[in-house]
């Protein structure tokens, strides 16, 4: 009945910060989020003692967030760019690893060493959904959104692998460089086959049933919302990592997607969309509720290993800068390569500086680095309590807090919208009738590939207005018009 209860305040949590985002302009929604979580665990008694158990995170929270950012990203432009992204989604990860694993050991020592690699391996993704809620008006390029996007994908799977050797070294107290690489290169390699031949397969499963006509949306929808949890528990069971089965599959699924054949299709999208848009919303906002309840630990000092309020703060305020000032490092170092060539890595056209912070101040920390913190064990081998667990996961949400503040403040006057003179308002409608007209496109093709006519016959002379999607319905019997 307690997690009952405490699943409710959660929920509502959740729904109350929907309503406030209407209301409080000035505040992005996963801050509002953060605030209420604070005073949930402040004024709802029980509250911040709940713990939900570390196993169901990555499969509940993680695969179905990773899932829902595959369908969001252009296949094309992540291969186009992909030299880039896995630099920024790997290389940036292990240096950020080694960089906040030995800053944090060197200012706190008790915490072990493996123990701060750990938290650097959480705090490697960035969230790039945290960025675009941001409520500031914030003008990145394409291709920095390709970047971000790219990168938010592919380095929740290298923050967590990374994660989970570190805790396996601290549980164990061995490690061993050889064997770690061979352990990841099966991890790597094993998860992205297996999540691309599952991925596969489900996409040929959706598509045979399509082919018998059973065109059902809601079981549709049904499928491919149990997609993630399926294709992280097989691989698993294969012992591969089931995170990059997950990006895998789900890059798999997208790229088959990607233009609609007939009307089920589009209403199959439709639908689809809507729920992986209540989901996503559901399970980021449950996240960050759940990091501004973690934020009262800040000041119990029985959870802080001895140290006072002050002293984790300034913990708080250095991981994070040694966090950052890496990702501007290495962001630098590629725009000033790229520059050399006669290119650019963000596509903006200002400084190589100016460019290299915004896409540094861009890589907020969000749900993902919070349900990967939560992770870790209570106990090592032996029974023994695992050192500086809940500072390490009152690091991790103070450092997430500072990332997403920093990002709120600072976009809005790095990359400011252009003033709107009238040609943006022209722009947006040019757009939108080119658009307007590449579905119409689609539709007479879709028409044409099941043998519709091209024009509706005319009666009494005048020809009617038939939408395309109601014309392909009727001749297959339907009465419902469908949606295009």
Not at 146 to 168: K, M, P, R, W, Y
Not at 173 to 196: D, H, R
Not at 244 to 258: D, E, N, P
Not at 306 to 318: D, N, S, T
């Amino acid at each position: 009945m307690e997690q009952f209860e405490f699943i409710l305040v959660v929920l509502a949590c959740v729904g109350l910060s929907s309503v406030m985002d209407h209301v409080v302009e000035k505040v992005s929604l996963p801050v509002l989020q953060v605030i209420l979580g604070l005073a949930a665990s402040l004024l709802v008694p029980g509250v911040r003692e709940a713990r939900v158990e570390s196993e169901l995170f990555l499969v509940l929270f993680i695969a179905p967030l990773l899932l829902n950012e595959t369908r969001e990203v252009d296949p094309r432009r992540l291969w186009q760019s992909r030299a880039d992204i896995l630099s920024l989604a790997v290389g940036l990860v292990v240096a950020s690893v080694l960089a906040v694993g030995y800053v944090l050991h060197w200012l706190v020592p008790s915490i072990p060493l493996a123990a701060a690699f750990a938290l650097g391996g959480a705090l490697g993704p960035t969230d790039a959904a945290a960025v675009t809620a941001l409520k500031s008006s914030v003008n990145l390029s394409d291709r920095q959104t390709t970047l971000l996007s790219g990168e938010s994908l592919i380095n929740d799977a290298s923050g967590v692998v990374a994660f989970q050797f570190a805790v396996a070294a601290a549980v164990t107290g061995s490690f061993s460089l050889a064997n770690a690489a061979g352990t990841f290169l099966v991890l790597f390699v094993g998860g992205i086959a297996v999540g691309a031949a599952l991925g596969a397969v489900v996409s040929a499963v959706i598509r045979l049933l399509e082919d018998l006509g059973l065109e059902d949306v809601t079981s549709h929808a049904l499928y491919e919302l149990m997609a993630p949890f399926l294709v992280y528990l097989v691989a698993e069971a294969l012992h591969v990592s089931g995170i990059l089965a997950v990006v895998a599959a789900g890059i798999v699924m997208a790229a088959s997607r990607l233009r609609f054949h007939s009307t089920f299709e589009a209403r199959r999208s439709l639908v689809s969309g809507s729920l992986w848009s209540v989901i996503s919303f559901l399970i980021n906002g449950t996240v960050f509720v759940l990091l501004g309840m973690q934020l009262p630990h800040v000041a119990a000092p029985g959870l802080a290993d001895g140290l006072v309020p002050a002293q984790v703060l300034g913990v708080i305020l250095a991981v994070a800068a040694t966090s950052m000032l890496c990702r501007l490092l290495w962001v630098y170092a590629l725009e000033v390569a790229h520059r050399r060539r006669g290119g650019s890595l963000c596509g903006r056209g200002g400084s190589a500086l100016h460019d290299a912070l915004v896409t540094t101040v861009a890589g907020a920390k969000g749900a993902v680095t919070l349900s990967i913190v939560l992770t870790l064990p209570a106990t090592v081998a032996g029974g023994a309590p695992f050192a500086g667990r809940d500072l390490l996961v009152t690091l991790a949400a103070g450092v997430i807090l500072v990332t997403l503040l920093a990002a709120d403040a600072a976009l809005p006057r790095l990359a400011p919208q252009p003033a709107d003179d009238g040609s943006c308002e022209r722009e947006r409608r040019r757009d939108g009738r080119e658009c307007a007209g590449r579905r119409r496109g689609n539709a007479r093709a879709a028409l044409r590939a099941r043998g519709a006519p091209r024009r509706p016959r005319r009666r009494g002379g005048v020809r009617p207005r038939v939408w395309p999607g109601l014309h392909l319905c009727n001749r297959a019997g339907v009465r419902e018009p469908g949606l295009l």
